[in-house]
Each structure stands twice: as C-alpha cells, then as structure tokens.
Nanobody, 115 residues
Framework: QVQLVESGGGLVQAGGSLRLSCAAS????????MGWYRQAPGKQRTLVAA???????NYADSVKGRFTISRDNAKNTVSLQMNSLKPEDTAVYYC?????????WGQGTQVTVSS
C-alpha cells in the first residue's frame, strides 16, 4: 500500500522558517492536485496550500506571501517552504495527493512556532 511520508517539521521561533517535504513510498499515477493541510488542537483540518499538475497554486489567506508550495512531477514530491512563521501556524501538517480515484494522506508532521 502506497504511503505518503512527510519530513521537515519541528520547533522554530517566531519569524523563522521551515521546509516541509512529502514523498510517496511507491508509484501513484495520474495525480491531480497536491496539497498541504493543517490541524491545530481542537480545530478542523484546513487547506494551507495546493498545487495542480499544471503548476497553478492556491493558498489560504493567512499564509499568502509567507508560504510557497512546489512540486516535482517526475519524483511525485511536494514541498512547502514556510517563512515568517507565527505562533498561530502551530499545527500538525498533512500532505495530500489527489487522484480521480483516491485521496492519499500523510501521517502528519508537527510544526511548533514559539513566541
């Protein structure tokens, strides 16, 4: 069974940067959008950023101008560069690969931003 494996989370001070990466453990064909979601304690999981196979991007208003999503279609990987981090960015971040048949999810990686 193919899994998504995230890396790059951790603890950082406000104003700092982190880069999250996500790769599939096996082959996934016909991936449409790739995205990053986050879930803070007691809150619902929400979209942070998404990118289509053609490179079009979409960002949550709260991260526009600070986060950048990118993907490598040949390697089936997606990354999220997070700059100017704020304490309110603290959450578990999940990557997602969407195909016409199935949505794949990573196990989540913790990002903690201290003030």
């Amino acid at each position: 069974q193919v899994q998504l494996v995230e890396s790059g989370g951790g603890l950082v001070q406000a104003g700092g940067s982190l880069r999250l990466s996500c790769a599939a453990s096996g082959s996934i064909f016909s991936i449409n959008a790739m995205g990053w979601y986050r879930q803070a304690p007691g809150k619902q999981r929400t979209l942070v950023a998404a990118i289509t196979s053609g490179g079009s991007t979409n960002y949550a208003d709260s991260v526009k101008g600070r986060f950048t999503i990118s993907r490598d279609n040949a390697k089936n990987t997606v990354s999220l560069q997070m700059n100017s981090l704020k304490p309110e960015d603290t959450a578990v971040y999940y990557c997602n690969f969407g195909t016409s048949r199935y949505d794949y999810w990573g196990q989540g990686t913790q990002v903690t931003v201290s003030s």
